[in-house]
């Protein structure tokens, strides 16, 4: 029997490695200060919890549809419509196993062998693996402190070519936690529009923005009502484990998501899809944007705390709750540094290795999901190390 290619090739996701590392040496009694994985830390809102206890009355759960609960689809349809001012038709919704299944079907959807899909390098690791799953080839365009290592419009020129079928971005980004300004993402946009192809804007971390002088961060849709739009519970409802999310589609790529939905998964987590209901009530949502300011003040913590550590972060987040800095002067690479920095200090982090090529050896993520009190021990446990 013999392995499929793309199973033998595809390359580990070094942060659960690190997290898997991290839970032996908590099994062998050491304290460990987790920084390694974007979870938040505060758990479901209490309503979702509540409405989760509700839904376990012995109603039977069967399958929804595979494009998820009616109900929920017209909830997330008026989220857009209250916070992000974009007319949402629910049909054009699909209720996935997290932000996760969403790439999976839309990258199922639109990608074809020898098919082009350019990216930010450094960008979320999985999206290379499931484009690589469905013959696609990767094109990571390096990018720098000076365009927020997010691609911009000259980049993304600069990149194409015949074969290029989709333009995919996380904004904010994992792992540098930066936002593409919203003129220059509406110019990526246009420019990949005129020329044909897919734009596929992962939004998982936009709830977590920063607000803007007029209010919460837009949606792509507001400037690209056809481009396909990935969230999730995951992050700002902070709903890791109940794997639930969504992805906007265009009309047109409705019908082959939802045969393709059907094929793969019937449907997405039906007692979670009943809870998740809650999540768009004012108070839920007044409950979100309260972490979202939790997390900002953390990000000062870590900003500063790293600062006096001497471990540069030059390009500072305003979305996602990631520090992405540079080790260079320690004199280690980012393996050596998180390595090191596990074994001797007790302190999860992860290598840019996890991220792509380019800012690989001088990059390590830190995640500040986590509590101020864990983020001031952790920092003040790799100040020691650096230190010595
Ligand atoms: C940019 C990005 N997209 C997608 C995901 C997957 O999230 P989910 O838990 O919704 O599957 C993550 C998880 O960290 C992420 O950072």
Redesign the pocket.
């Known amino acids: 029997m013999r392995l499929a290619h793309r199973a033998a090739s595809a390359s580990p996701f070094y942060a659960m490695a690190v997290s898997q590392r991290a839970a032996e040496l908590e099994a062998a009694g050491h304290s460990v200060v987790r920084l390694c994985l974007?979870e938040p830390d505060f758990g479901a809102p209490q309503a979702v919890r509540d409405a989760m206890r509700d839904a376990m009355d012995g109603r039977p759960l069967p399958y929804t549809s595979a494009t998820g609960l009616p109900a929920l689809r017209e909830k997330i349809a008026r989220f857009y419509r209250a916070r992000h001012g974009v007319e949402v038709d629910p049909a054009r919704i699909i209720v996935t196993?997290?932000?996760?299944?969403?790439?999976l079907l839309v990258t199922a959807a639109t990608i074809d062998p020898g098919d082009e899909v350019i990216l930010a390098d450094p960008s979320?690791p999985?999206?290379r693996e499931l484009i690589a799953t469905f013959g696609g080839r990767v094109v990571a365009v390096p990018t720098t402190a000076q365009t927020r290592f997010q691609l911009d419009a000259e980049a993304v020129r600069g990149a194409w070519t015949e074969r290029t079928a989709a333009v995919m971005i996380?904004t904010p980004?994992?792992p540098t936690g930066t936002s593409i300004p919203a003129g220059e993402l509406a110019e990526i946009c246009a420019l990949t529009r005129d020329r044909g192809a897919w734009r596929i804007i992962?939004e998982?971390?936009l709830d977590l923005s920063d607000p803007t002088p007029h209010g919460p961060a837009r949606s792509v849709l507001s400037v690209d009502p056809d481009a396909v739009v990935?969230n999730?519970?995951?992050?700002y409802f902070s709903m890791?484990g109940w794997?639930?999310?969504w992805c906007v589609l265009p009309h047109t790529l409705v019908p082959a998501a939802e045969r393709l939905a059907m094929n793969y998964f019937i449907c997405a987590s039906t007692p979670a899809q009943v809870a998740a209901q809650v999540c768009f009530t004012d108070d839920t949502i007044a409950e979100c944007d309260r972490r979202r300011q939790e997390f900002a003040a953390r990000r000062s913590v870590v900003l500063a705390g790293l600062a006096e550590i001497g471990l540069p972060v030059t390009a500072a987040p305003d979305g996602?709750f990631y520090a992405y800095f540079d080790v260079t002067a320690t004199g280690m690479d980012s393996w050596k540094f998180c390595e090191r920095a596990l074994r001797e200090a007790h302190v999860a982090l992860t290598p840019g290795r996890d991220f792509g090529t380019h800012t690989a050896d001088s990059h390590v993520r830190l995640s500040y999901a986590a509590s101020r009190d864990e983020l001031r021990e952790g920092l003040a446990r790799l100040g020691r190390f650096v230190r010595a």
């Open positions: 974007g196993s997290g932000a996760s299944a969403a790439l979320y999985c999206n996380a980004s994992n992962d998982i971390y990935i999730s519970f995951s992050k890791t794997r639930l999310g996602a």
